[in-house]
């Protein structure tokens, strides 16, 4: 008898075959910027498709090594990366994943939409990347609190150039030290002491837990200035040299790889997913680091520029792993058999991927205005961006987090039995997507940040307008969505009242949480509501489906099957 063997055809284009992120990018570039944005698009669409994907799994298949010393017995604490570790990096420099929104050509060709252009690149490039994505986040976070004016012009001058470069031989990308045991996100315990030197730079001595992409060039690590007593607010962010080469502490005879003095990499993580990423444990003595502004000023709302750029890109890498999990799916589908037909046609398939989908446009749609509010405080220098992003930041990535761990569940499901084996690939997306409501705050860490964002700063306000605007939006479309936007609303505006009464009412505190999800919720169906007014049909349909679901929490099968195919 012959033995079956289930074919498996490769998913649709993911520039090409992803209509809402081209409609999207029509509408937030106009037809001259995103004509303009096509071709790197395509470029990176292709090598996606190609030898990206084939570097992704060789990065997954051979995870990095510590190597601790060299055959004479010398401590190098050298990690090594597989190759296909290596063609990321060159792809994601290439692709200026990192570099676009600080070059002088992309703010001039599209103003603040730069970083929509870049939201566009990432969604691209990191669901295929081995989690490449997460030293990309990380780079960019540490290039954009570089570029802040009170960092030192020499500092800025030496290695943000490095960061947001395109030539893959000069290229780095950034590791983050932040976390230690005792702590983890809550900073106020952190022991790690920065002590100054004379020439300027400053000395770090402590023990740093998670350090991620821990053989990247650099790294930016919060200490305790000595004497700044305690707290979290008195932190300062520093840039540490990982290897000798950058390090003036280093003696001539030292090889340029070998580990920075006073750097050392205890062991690597042992971590449910991310496995191609080296994840560290460090400990600093004496290290050199040089400061990244004043460290006599309170330095924790400095090192949030950074966080907020790393917490969009989280979102990002939720949203576009999402859909790229529907798009494995769907291909999956039509070539699986069931019951003497396809897969693809069974209507229960059908309706469970159409929920997915209007999941996928959900998350990207929530994640990409994160990315435009961004260009807009950083390029317009727009306070109004600027107060809405406070608060959405940790929202987008908070909600989208959640979401790309119980698509992944069902993405596992959708294959079955094959979903369940390693060498398929498909348990990774569990894996790695568990990672996103952890890393950069977890949900309630996030959420007791929204809470301090709304009762200090306001910050709920121009969410609260951009509903409002959503239900006469969505009135033309769909009365029935503008009354379920209308009805939220309300619930909202006397919900946010209650926190801004008493931000630290036991109820208040508890419910945390679920007031999060839910102004996250209705957040993402105004922008769908916005894209859906501007003439995009994908984004009605996704819009009615996502308020009925996650808003009335309706039964949306019957419709999301019948929608299917509009929605991907």
């Known amino acids: 008898m012959t033995r079956y063997v289930q074919p498996v055809p490769t998913p649709d284009d993911p520039y090409t075959g992803d209509r809402l992120l081209r409609s999207w990018l029509r509408r937030l570039l106009g037809p001259a910027g995103h004509d303009a944005a096509q071709p790197r698009l395509v470029d990176l669409a292709a090598d996606v498709a190609g030898p990206l994907r084939a570097a992704h799994a060789d ?37 200026a994943v990192v570099a676009l929104p600080y070059q002088a050509s992309a703010r001039q060709r599209w103003g603040a939409g730069a970083r929509v252009v870049q939201h566009a690149l990432l969604h691209l490039y990191g669901p295929e990347s081995a989690t490449f994505s997460c030293p990309v986040a990380m780079a960019d ?16 001058d030496a290695w943000l150039p490095r960061l947001t470069s395109t030539d893959p031989g000069t290229a780095i990308v950034s590791g983050q030290w932040m976390t230690e045991s005792q702590g983890g996100s809550d900073l106020s315990g952190s022991s790690t002491i920065g002590r100054p030197a004379a020439d300027g730079s400053w000395r770090l001595t402590g023990q740093k837990w998670f350090c991620s992409a821990a053989d990247a060039p650099m790294a930016v690590a919060l200490a305790r200035p000595e004497g700044a007593g305690r707290g979290s607010r008195v932190l300062a962010p520093f840039l540490v040299p990982r290897y000798a080469a950058d390090s003036p502490l280093s003696g001539v005879t030292v090889a340029a790889d070998s580990p920075a003095p006073g750097v050392t990499v205890h062991r690597l993580k042992d971590k449910l997913g991310t496995w191609a990423l080296p ?38 890498a939720a949203a576009g792993g999402i859909r790229r999990g529907l798009d494995y799916a769907r291909a999956y589908a039509t070539a699986r058999a069931v019951a003497g037909g396809r897969l693809a046609d069974s209507p229960l398939h059908r309706a469970t991927l159409g929920a997915l989908a209007v999941d996928a446009a959900a998350a990207f749609a929530l994640a990409g205005h994160a990315f435009a509010l961004l260009g807009r405080v950083e390029v317009d220098a727009d306070v109004d961006a600027a107060a809405e992003l406070r608060v959405l930041a940790p929202l987008a990535k908070l909600a989208t987090g959640r979401l790309a761990v119980a698509c992944a569940s069902e993405y596992v499901e959708a294959f079955g039995g094959a979903g369940y084996v390693e060498d398929t690939g498909v348990p990774r997306l569990v894996r790695d997507a568990q990672v996103l409501p952890i890393w950069e705050g977890t949900t309630n860490v996030l959420a007791l940040d929204v809470l301090r964002a709304v009762a200090r700063e306001n910050a709920d306000a121009p969410l609260l307008r951009r509903l409002a605007a959503a239900v006469d939006l969505a009135r033309p479309l769909s009365p029935a969505l503008a009354d379920t936007l209308a009805a939220v609303t309300g619930e909202l505006t006397a919900a946010l009242a209650a926190v801004v009464a008493d931000p630290r009412a036991t109820g208040v505190v508890a419910g945390a949480r679920a007031l999060a999800l839910r102004l996250a919720a209705a957040t993402t169906c105004a922008l769908l509501v916005e894209h859906a007014a501007w003439g995009d049909e994908q984004a009605r349909v996704a819009a009615e489906l996502w308020a009925r679901r996650r808003l009335r929490h309706d039964d949306i099968s019957a419709d999301a099957h019948r929608h299917l195919d509009l929605l991907c």
């Open 279 to 316: 994840t560290a444990e460090i400990g600093l003595t004496d290290a050199y680091a040089l400061p990244l502004g004043d460290p006599d000023v309170p330095g924790l709302a400095r090192a949030m520029t950074l966080v907020v750029v790393t917490r969009v890109h989280n979102a990002a």
């Open 59 to 95: 990065a997954e298949a051979h995870p990095p090594v510590l190597v601790r010393y060299d055959p004479w017995g010398a401590r190098v604490d050298r990690i090594d990366t597989s190759a296909g570790w290596q063609a990321q990096r060159a792809a994601a420099a290439r692709h």
């Open 141 to 156: 976070g540490a290039a954009a609190l570089l570029s802040l004016p009170d960092v030192d012009a020499g500092v800025r």
